[in-house]
């Protein structure tokens, strides 16, 4: 059983650039979310999704967009990179609201 | 709207001391209620959980928290910390109705000395 799985573990982009990170999860869950933490700032809502088709803003949502076309695959992307986006990027799922997140190993993301 | 407020972004215990990580939670109707442990490197993974239950909540590795609603309060408990238990620490509330979100506190990083 894999979980959650965030690909690529580690990404260097420069400002401007537009890219991709994954994330997966084959445990049938509904709720999806991508968070950003950065030191200090513990972790922050970027978007969420409560399944295929339906996705919502979160606390920081801007420069970043995501679609659900399945259950298993939430994917994040990063429209424009920005350095202010330099971050560690973590995906998370649940099955329902009062059950804990199950969290992926997270993506490491520089942008110079 | 939720809210969760961490005291102490370090806290620095000697070996077989007790551990005492407080959190305090702003929510307009009983909330669920979550600790995570974060080690170097690594994802958030699970100590436990508080979802309107027994108010006294045990997890693993020794950790357990009592939810204490007239304090709005969810503090991390462990009676003697070990040099594994070294890690960050998040505090995390939900609104236990329809589509919640998860709110996270800001972490305490947990010191342990020998």
């Known amino acids: 059983n894999a979980g959650v799985t965030q690909t690529p573990k580690f990404q260097v982009l420069k400002t401007g650039q537009s890219m991709t990170l994954q994330c997966a999860q084959d445990m049938n869950h509904e709720y999806m979310s991508w968070y950003r933490q950065d030191p200090g700032m513990g972790l922050r809502l970027i978007h969420y999704s409560v399944g295929a088709g339906i996705t919502d803003q979160g606390e920081v949502p801007n420069g970043y967009n995501v679609s659900r076309s399945t259950t298993e695959d939430f994917p994040l992307r990063l429209l424009s990179a920005a350095p202010s986006q330099t971050s560690v990027y973590f995906c998370?799922?649940?099955?329902?609201?009062?059950?804990?997140?199950?969290f992926g190993d997270g993506t490491r993301l520089s942008i110079l | 709207a939720q809210s969760v407020t961490q005291l102490g972004s370090h806290v620095s215990v000697s070996e077989g001391a007790l551990v005492l990580l407080r959190c305090n939670y702003s929510s307009s109707v009983p909330p669920y209620l979550f600790w995570y442990v974060q080690y170097p490197n690594q994802g958030l993974q699970l100590l436990l959980k508080?979802?309107?239950?027994?108010?006294l909540v045990k997890g693993i590795n020794g950790f357990e928290a009592e939810f204490k609603k007239s304090e709005t309060s969810f503090h991390l408990t462990k009676p003697s910390a070990h040099m594994s238990d070294a890690a960050e620490y998040f505090c995390?509330?939900?609104?236990?109705?329809?589509?919640?979100?998860?709110?996270f506190g800001k972490g305490t990083m947990l010191l342990v000395s020998p």
């Open positions: 995390a509330v939900s609104d236990p109705s329809g589509y919640s979100t998860l709110t």
């Open positions: 998370a799922s649940r099955l329902y609201s009062n059950q804990p997140q199950h």
């Open positions: 508080y979802t309107s239950a027994a108010t």
